[in-house]
T-cell receptor, first 114, second 111 residues
């Protein structure tokens, strides 16, 4: 069974640009969550999608958005990039949330904003 | 607001010893608590889950305890090996809520 796939693995962008990251969950998993990880802040929850609907959202500005497609694949978009957006972005999938189910993480996308 | 603390940011122990990592939470009543391992530049990997009505859970050299009165979970690695060196994250979870990850403890097992 294929794991969670995130693309691209590495990305370098310039301030002010926008970026789209992609996440393909494990087959059958309907919940996809996104996290930002920085050395100083640890793993911070961005948002969670389930069956194409955003169920939960973390405390991030509106520049961060996401969506989920009917095949459960998810994308997150960051507009007007800032230097502070440089981080490892991780997505995690599970069959559902809130039921004590483990989350399966992808390898992450390392975003560098210059 | 909810707060999760993990004991020292970094922990060094000698190979063969037992590593004990602590996860404390406040303003929170998790139904489950999960532990993950993360290696540098990679996503976290699930290790163990313990439910609020369970006191202890074991898996090979790993043991987790969950004390809802103390609002604390302990994670033990017995007979530690250099390959156990990684960052360990605890993640309490409410019913219907998302994971909130602790800041992690970076464990180094010295040969």
């Amino acid at each position: 069974k294929a794991g969670v796939t995130q693309t691209p693995r590495y990305l370098i962008k310039t301030r002010g640009q926008q970026v789209t990251l992609s996440c393909s969950p494990i087959s059958g998993h309907r919940s996809v969550s996104w996290y930002q990880q920085t050395p100083g802040q640890g793993l911070q929850f961005l948002f969670e999608y389930f069956s194409e609907t955003q169920r939960n959202k973390g405390n991030f500005p509106g520049r961060f958005s996401g969506r989920q497609f009917s095949n459960s694949r998810s994308e997150m978009n960051v507009s007007t990039l800032e230097l502070g957006d440089s981080a490892l972005y991780l997505c995690a999938s599970s069959w559902n949330k809130g039921q004590g189910l483990e989350a399966f993480f992808g390898q992450g996308t390392r975003l560098t904003v210059v | 607001s909810q707060k999760i603390e993990q004991n020292s940011e970094a922990l060094n122990i000698q190979e063969g010893k037992t590593a004990t990592l602590t996860c404390n939470y406040t303003n929170y009543s998790p139904a489950y608590l999960q532990w993950y391992r993360q290696d540098p530049g990679r996503g976290p990997v699930f290790l163990l889950l313990i439910r609020e009505n369970e006191k202890e859970k074991r898996k090979e050299r790993l043991k987790v305890t969950f004390d809802t009165t103390l609002k604390q979970s302990l994670f033990h690695i017995t007979a530690s090996q250099p390959a156990d060196s990684a960052t360990y994250l605890c993640a309490p979870q409410d019913y219907g809520q998302n994971f909130v990850f602790g800041p992690g403890t970076r464990l180094s097992v010295l040969p």
